[in-house]
């Protein structure tokens, strides 16, 4: 059986620089879930044109817009690349671009041209569980999203920020305090 190896991690995109190559429906579709998972992301995009939808979306979150063909001086001082655009040949330019520059990259559809995926995001306050299928099936993660999203209760947030009151009041090494927690917690999956 085929395993998941990629590690997951959460990033501060408002500390990073993102850069969207493209600008038509795949760019829009990539840029609405960053901004709706982290909503101060700092990005740009660079497109010989824009959606009316992603202008509007880039408006609203104040992000920059370059009318222009892709080159690889657009690179410049970014830590995330991904490209949208509907010419394999420009995407994987991008690609060998960001290789060269040790860019985290992403090219929408192309999963052996991806340093990571972008997937299925499930939010209920400070709680966040990011579903992965490898690149292989974007309608399952979807579905596995929705599914999450009816089962964990909305005041989820509230027993987060009481256990970390807790945590702040318990004594001892950080295994003690692990154990503490565990022994404490360990009824919410009855």
Not at 25 to 46: G, I, R
Not at 50 to 78: C, G, P, W
Not at 85 to 99: A, E, G, S, W
């Amino acid at each position: 059986m085929e395993k998941n190896e990629l590690y997951p991690i959460f990033l501060k995109t408002q500390q990073l620089e993102t850069l969207i190559v493209g600008g038509g429906f795949v760019a829009l579709e990539k840029l609405s879930f960053l901004l709706k998972s982290s909503p101060k992301s700092k990005v740009t995009l660079v497109s010989p044109f824009f959606r009316e939808e992603t202008i509007e979306l880039a408006n609203k979150f104040d992000l920059k817009m370059i009318v222009d063909q892709y080159h690889n001086s657009y690179l410049e001082n970014k830590h995330i690349v991904i490209a949208t655009t509907d010419n394999i040949d420009v995407n994987i330019q991008v690609y060998k671009d960001c290789k060269q520059q040790n860019i985290l990259v992403n090219v929408a559809d192309n999963p052996p041209y991806c340093d990571f995926y972008m997937g299925g995001i499930v939010t209920k306050g400070n709680v966040k569980i990011a579903i992965s299928t490898n690149g292989k099936s974007p309608t399952t993660a979807k579905r596995l999203r929705q599914f999450f999203e009816e089962v964990i209760p909305e005041n989820i947030d509230d027993l987060v920020k009481n256990l970390s009151e807790y945590r702040k009041t318990l004594k001892g090494n950080f295994e003690e305090k692990v154990e503490t927690l565990n022994e404490f917690t360990k009824g919410l999956l009855k």
